[in-house]
């Protein structure tokens, strides 16, 4: 329900303009029909299929996000500096990396 929601929500929030081009982006089509297969096989009864190919979709169409989560993260008054250990010992955090902007 949640998926369906986020789907409905995002055209109010950024424009169906808009959200139709960064699916409909070439780049993006391969996680843009994973997210969907996903969907589909939830409703479909297949819950933790589709939640992975669903999650796998999630990470294709958003990948690009995560350096500026893991930059958010840091910047964290309190907790930032245990995140980015935490990062850091995972192999997540990339200091010195470039903006995919």
Same mark, same amino acid.
């Given at each position: 329900?949640?998926?369906?929601? =986020? %789907? *409905? ?11 139709? @081009?960064? =699916?409909?982006?070439?780049?993006? %089509?391969?996680?843009? &029909? ?5 969907? @589909?096989? *939830?409703?479909?009864?297949?819950? +933790?299929?589709?939640? %992975? /190919? ?9 990948? !690009? =996000?995560?350096?500026? +989560?893991?930059?958010? &993260?840091?910047? /964290?008054?309190? /907790? ?5 250990? %935490? @990062? !850091? ?13």
């Amino acid at each position: 329900m949640g998926n369906i929601l =986020f %789907l *409905i929500g995002l055209p109010f929030t950024i424009g169906p303009q808009k959200t139709l @081009l960064f =699916f409909g982006r070439r780049q993006k %089509l391969r996680g843009t &029909a994973a997210f969907a297969a996903g969907i @589909l096989l *939830i409703l479909f009864r297949w819950a +933790l299929i589709g939640f %992975l /190919v669903e999650l796998y979709g999630i990470l294709v169409l958003f990948g !690009d =996000f995560l350096g500026t +989560l893991v930059g958010f &993260a840091r910047g /964290v008054p309190v /907790v930032g500096p245990y995140i980015g250990r %935490l @990062l !850091d010992a995972v192999g997540v955090g990339r200091r010195g990396g470039e903006l995919p902007v």
